[in-house]
């Protein structure tokens, strides 16, 4: 998982929908409170590049209202203040179902039954590389 992912996901969890569930109009976040909170060390910009993202904000349903902090924009006192853009909750990216081994069961099957089956497949492929591994015997 890339960091801003990562970012996205704890904010997510920890700061905006529970603000939704409260029903909030507006969630405050400090950079130095996500940064400590993922036990990290000299991440702080990344943090504060994540949260100041227009990605962050479309996928989190959020619109930046003010900033506010140091003169660089990056520091652990830099402090986000946003409004729900969106109705309800965005979807939560952590929801979508990724495929498991029954999703992908036969996914091949076309494949193999066009090639005359799983078994006739290896066979031929051991055939094959057999005959190119095989000693030839030079022409005169």
Known sequence: MALNEE??????KAYVNP??????????????????????SNRVPSVCTTL???????????????RDGPPSGYGTRAVFTYSFASAGPVADRTEVKK?????????LANVFQELGGGEKYLNNERKRLHFRDAPHKDKK
């Open 7 to 12: 970012i996205q996901e704890y904010v997510r």
């Open 19 to 40: 603000a939704r569930q409260r029903g909030e109009t507006e969630v405050r976040i400090k950079a130095g409170d996500v940064h400590r909170s993922l036990h990290w």
């Open 52 to 66: 100041a993202s227009q990605k962050f904000q479309r996928e989190t349903g959020l619109k930046l209202i003010s």
């Open 99 to 107: 495929p498991t081994l029954e999703t992908l069961y036969g996914i």
